[in-house]
């Protein structure tokens, strides 16, 4: 299974992106699906995640982002609302996790990366 992330972009605050993840082979919707996302010079934190039809998100984006998932599409979306600067960072897609799906380590596929830069 190979995950195709895009979407990414320069915005500025308060503006809207969506980013999509792609997966070249089938992940059974029972397993979880996630975005993640790097800043420079941080460690890769979790920032939503959704399986078996229920979604997390970290306490940073709740009200502002919303995962979902197109199981025929083998697509997982992440619609990102009132963006703030603090949001920019490189955000990876990820899939395969049996539990655990806010944790970086239960992941077993991830994606490339697509850079998310917010304008003050």
């Known amino acids: 299974v190979q995950l195709q992330a895009s979407g990414g972009g320069l915005v500025q605050a308060g503006g809207s992106l969506r980013l999509s993840c792609a997966a070249s082979?089938?992940?059974?919707?029972?397993?979880?699906m996630g975005w993640f996302r790097q800043a420079p010079g941080k460690e890769r934190e979790f920032v939503a995640a959704?399986?078996?039809?229920?979604?997390y998100y970290a306490d940073s984006v709740k009200g502002r982002f919303t995962i979902s998932r197109d199981n025929a599409k083998n697509t997982v979306y992440l619609q990102m609302n009132s963006l703030k600067p603090e949001d920019t960072a490189v955000y990876y897609c990820?899939?395969?996790?049996?539990?655990?799906?806010?944790?970086?380590?239960?992941?077993?596929?991830w994606g490339q990366g697509t850079q998310v830069t917010v304008s003050s």
């Open positions: 990820a899939g395969g996790s049996i539990m655990g799906v806010t944790r970086v380590d239960t992941y077993v596929y």
């Open positions: 082979g089938r992940i059974f919707g029972s397993y979880g």
């Open positions: 959704i399986k078996s039809g229920t979604t």
